[in-house]
């Protein structure tokens, strides 16, 4: 956390804001979940999934009033988790052509 020193009194309209706006989104992810979208849901879901997790790592964690360093370190796993993930589609996806291409 900063150095500075903070008033929580002062950040509770703060919270209050974030848990309106987590609470909305839980709405929308739920009622995204039944518009027929096809393959679509699990974007939306995943795109607003993300919204929320970064209003609670960001405010109710304090992440954006970090160090610089903490954001490079964090950018550095995020960075890495989405090279693995690349990694899987693209060996999934050749497991599927190999498969589609021997029957």
């Given at each position: 956390m900063s150095e500075e020193i903070h008033d929580?009194?002062?950040?509770?309209?703060a919270y209050l804001k974030?848990?309106?706006l987590l609470l909305l989104l839980a709405v929308i992810n739920v009622a995204a979940s039944y518009l027929p979208l096809?393959?679509?849901n699990i974007?939306?879901?995943l795109l607003?999934?993300?919204?929320?997790a970064i209003l609670a790592l960001g405010i109710l964690?304090?992440?954006f009033w970090e160090k610089k360093t903490v954001h490079h370190l964090v950018a550095l796993a995020l960075g890495s988790v989405v090279v693995l993930l690349v990694i899987?589609?693209?060996c999934y996806v050749d497991q599927l052509?190999?498969?589609t291409s021997v029957k």
């Open positions: 929580p009194r002062k950040q509770v309209p974030v848990f309106g096809g393959g679509g974007g939306v879901g607003v999934a993300g919204t929320q964690m304090h992440f899987f589609v693209c052509n190999t498969v």
